[in-house]
């Protein structure tokens, strides 16, 4: 007989030999594993231990300036400090990261307290000049990476200045780390961005249906800023960058492509490429 087959046999066997005898006495396996269902099972997160997708996202999404939001749910549970969420295609954002891309240190640093893990974006936007030297001469290069939705890591020091309640020293400090990183020149190389005429969005602009479900259809429309955005019908959209013809990126995700087919000047159909081709939405 194969050493293996022996190996998980004697491991099987001994597994349930111990569960009827040494934890449940004379009961035998199938009556050891027999569960009665808790009044509330129905209610747990199909991906329960894991933390629900609410929670998640709700964290993360308060950490954009919602400090009273933050705080009652960082206090209910603590771990939500460290939360992370993938907005889109692989734009993950951290509560922390929120918070420093936003210029928001009192946010930032109550998550801290309570177990969030800081990087460079973080030190940046609180404006730790020798942290921020640091790790860019232990890591070089590293100040051409970009955060979260494509934000520079000079935009984060910037976006801090803009916070009408920060401190004299604090802005101070700040505008060191902007100086800085100012001078190494490749601190703030924003994603290819083409420009999109109106009459561009208008072609691009509809429902993309990719399933027969309720919500398996995609939004193009122009945000209150004005540049395009994608989202699944409910969701939160991503902004979209022009990388070429009909062919765009979302925030965020540079490796993604969206390819919008064109019939007579209007969209029909656009295809998300992932980078091989993933899914096609037909125009409604």
Same mark, same amino acid.
């Given at each position: 007989?194969?050493?293996?087959?022996?190996?998980?046999?004697?491991?099987?066997?001994?597994?349930?030999?111990?569960?009827?005898?040494?934890?449940?006495?004379?009961?035998?396996?199938?009556?050891?594993?027999?569960?009665?269902?808790?009044?509330?099972?129905?209610?747990?997160?199909?991906?329960?231990?894991?933390?629900?997708?609410?929670?998640?996202?709700?964290?993360?999404?308060?950490?954009?300036?919602?400090?009273? &939001?933050? *705080?009652? #749910?960082?206090?209910?549970?603590? /771990?939500?400090?460290?939360? !992370?969420?993938?907005?889109? @295609? %692989?734009?993950?954002?951290?509560?922390?990261?929120?918070?420093?891309?936003?210029?928001?240190?009192?946010?930032?640093?109550?998550?801290?307290?309570?177990?969030?893990?800081?990087?460079?974006?973080?030190?940046?936007?609180?404006?730790?000049?020798?942290?921020?030297?640091?790790?860019?001469?232990?890591?070089?290069?590293?100040?051409?990476?970009?955060?979260?939705?494509?934000?520079?890591?000079?935009?984060?020091?910037?976006?801090?200045?803009?916070?009408?309640?920060?401190?004299?020293?604090?802005?101070?400090?700040?505008?060191?780390?902007?100086?800085?990183?100012?001078?190494?020149?490749?601190?703030?190389? &924003?994603? *290819?961005? #083409?420009?999109?005429?109106?009459? /561009?969005?208008?072609?691009? !602009?509809?429902?993309?249906? @990719? %399933?027969?479900?309720?919500?398996?259809?995609?939004?193009?429309?122009?945000?209150?800023?004005?540049?395009?955005?994608?989202?699944?019908?409910?969701?939160?959209?991503?902004?979209?960058?022009?990388?070429?013809?009909?062919?765009?990126?979302?925030?965020?995700?540079?490796?993604?492509?969206?390819?919008?087919?064109?019939?007579?000047?209007?969209?029909?159909?656009?295809?998300?490429?992932?980078?091989?081709?993933?899914?096609?939405?037909?125009?409604?």
């Amino acid at each position: 007989m194969d050493n293996s087959n022996q190996r998980r046999r004697f491991i099987r066997s001994s597994a349930f030999g111990l569960i009827g005898i040494t934890a449940f006495g004379n009961l035998s396996a199938q009556d050891a594993f027999k569960i009665e269902k808790a009044e509330n099972a129905d209610s747990l997160f199909y991906r329960y231990p894991g933390i629900n997708d609410a929670m998640a996202s709700g964290i993360v999404g308060a950490s954009h300036g919602n400090f009273d &939001k933050v *705080k009652e #749910l960082v206090n209910a549970r603590p /771990e939500l400090a460290g939360a !992370s969420w993938d907005w889109g @295609f %692989g734009d993950w954002e951290t509560a922390l990261g929120a918070a420093s891309h936003v210029g928001r240190r009192d946010i930032a640093e109550f998550l801290m307290s309570h177990g969030a893990r800081p990087d460079i974006f973080t030190y940046t936007m609180m404006g730790m000049l020798k942290s921020v030297q640091e790790i860019i001469e232990t890591v070089p290069g590293i100040q051409s990476h970009n955060g979260p939705h494509g934000i520079t890591l000079l935009q984060h020091a910037k976006n801090r200045l803009e916070n009408k309640e920060i401190s004299g020293s604090d802005a101070a400090n700040v505008k060191k780390v902007i100086s800085y990183l100012e001078s190494l020149g490749n601190a703030d190389i &924003k994603p *290819k961005s #083409l420009d999109v005429t109106e009459e /561009e969005k208008k072609k691009y !602009s509809g429902e993309y249906r @990719f %399933g027969a479900g309720e919500g398996e259809i995609f939004v193009v429309d122009t945000h209150r800023l004005g540049f395009v955005q994608i989202g699944r019908k409910g969701s939160s959209p991503r902004k979209l960058n022009k990388i070429d013809e009909s062919t765009f990126a979302p925030a965020g995700a540079p490796s993604v492509k969206i390819i919008f087919k064109i019939t007579s000047d209007k969209a029909v159909s656009l295809s998300i490429h992932e980078p091989e081709p993933l899914v096609t939405a037909v125009r409604i």
